[in-house]
């Protein structure tokens, strides 16, 4: 009698994997696994594993529930079924309501066996009625900003409860060590929801020049609906004190356009009025009127603020010379200079709605109400002077369009594709 031939162990225990798959009613897919694989494992074939399974295509994914035996599950027509992809915070409660179905019925719609879902995981949500999830309206971003320090608050603390890093801290605020004292001021990024900005309708940035009131102007536009545009101070990189011509400025930065800013003190060249840089309040003054932007590109034309809080830029400057698209021919008392009101040079800003910066320049000289009345005309619904004469000068690109005749304190920056820090004050 011949003696009994040893099964090799891998066989056997293929052998026995397939037996225990063929006799399974559901599996479920691992990392690597395709329809043929599954089904040479079932005992079955790859037409037969797509028509238990409703499938259309070859496509599985790993985790995914499959079934090897039984009735077929019937195609879903678009009438039965609506196809969904899972979101952050989405469940199946969620979805069985927003569906007027229940979580047993999505359960066995998609063939799951718990309850769990995955952020990306595509659904069939049985019933022809779905209610559209709202669509988001705000996004989170990273905001920097200053936070006063208490006491037992060291750069440890302070990166945990920001999700950040000491070493960041560090770095970002200048220091040697994580020991921090009561009432120091630390720079810290903040994740805040902020509002999904509209479509842009334009270049982020655009030179125009043109005719008006029989003048020749320059004209900048800015749509702030693009979110890595950034409008802001920028002062020479000496600092503050020292002063530059509007070209010799621009030659310093990156920026698209530059025009000048506000006024200061001929000597000192101290500004005059508030300005908030990078959400740091640098000087503050008695102008009553700012152009504010927040670090989300929502800008305003505004009274003074006590604390400027949640903005990024600020430039105080005047007079206001439009309010709702209306010329004003009163103003401030604070603008007693009667050499304001004469004619000359013109620079000025000016928005439309939140989302849209008009900069005028112009070497022609121009009275405070013909300036008015040309923002009017480009559309801006309310503006401020800047300042003017021989301070008066417009760059793009880093060469200037009309250069100021003196060194000015700072200039207006405008940036089309700012990838660095947003700040709020």
């Known amino acids: 009698m011949p003696w009994p031939r040893r099964v090799p162990p891998l066989l056997a225990a293929l052998a026995l994997l397939t037996a225990t798959v063929a006799h399974a009613a559901t599996v479920t897919v691992r990392p690597g696994d395709t329809l043929f694989r599954i089904a040479t494992r079932a005992g079955t074939t790859v037409q037969n594993l797509k028509r238990l399974n409703g499938l259309r295509g070859d496509t599985i994914r790993a985790g995914q529930d499959l079934r090897v035996s039984g009735a077929p599950t019937p195609r879903a027509t ?10 952050r915070g989405d469940t199946l409660g969620v979805l069985a309501t927003r569906a007027r179905t229940t979580v047993a019925a999505l359960k066995a ?3 799951l066996r718990s309850d769990t879902i995955r952020v990306g995981q ?4 049985p019933g022809a009625t779905v209610r559209a999830a709202p669509r988001p309206t705000t996004v989170t971003r990273v905001i920097y900003s200053f936070v006063t320090v208490t006491p037992g608050q ?3 603390f302070l990166a945990r409860t920001y999700r950040t890093s000491a070493a960041h801290l560090r770095n970002i605020n200048h220091l040697r060590g994580n020991s921090t004292y009561a009432g120091q001021r ?13 479509r842009p309708v334009r270049a982020p940035i655009t030179l125009a020049r043109g005719v008006s009131l029989g003048v020749p102007v320059r004209i900048v536009r800015v749509d702030l609906r693009h979110p890595d545009v950034r409008v802001t101070p920028i002062a020479p990189p000496s600092g503050f004190g020292t002063g530059l011509r509007v070209g010799d400025l621009a030659r310093t930065t990156a920026a698209s356009a ?4 506000s006024y200061f003190h001929p000597r000192t060249y101290a500004p005059a009025g508030d300005l908030v840089l990078g959400g740091r309040l640098l000087a503050w003054g008695r102008v009553p009127y700012a152009l504010a932007i927040t670090p989300d590109n929502r800008a305003t034309i505004r009274a003074k603020s006590a604390t400027w809080r949640g903005f990024e830029s600020v430039v105080a400057s005047g007079p206001r010379i439009l309010v709702g698209g209306r010329v004003q021919r009163t103003f401030s008392p604070i603008f007693r200079d009667q ?20 900069f005028l320049n112009t070497s022609a000289a121009l009275t405070v109400t013909e300036t008015a009345k040309i923002m009017q005309r480009l559309g801006a619904t309310d503006a401020l002077l800047l300042d003017g004469g021989s301070s008066a000068g417009l760059a793009w690109n880093g060469h200037a369009l ?7 304190a700072y200039g207006i920056a405008m940036y089309a594709n700012y990838t660095g820090k947003r700040y709020a004050r």
């Open 78 to 87: 678009p009438a039965q079924f609506a196809i969904i992809t899972v979101r």
């Open 109 to 111: 719609a998609n063939g």
């Open 122 to 125: 595509v659904l069939r949500l």
């Open 154 to 156: 060291d750069l440890t």
């Open 186 to 198: 630390v720079l810290v990024p903040k994740r805040v929801p902020v509002a999904i900005p509209p």
């Open 258 to 261: 530059i025009i000048n800013g």
């Open 339 to 358: 050499a304001l009101y004469r004619r000359a040079a013109r620079s000025a800003v000016g928005v439309r709605g939140n989302r849209d910066l008009i």
């Open 402 to 408: 009309k250069d100021s005749a003196r060194r000015v």
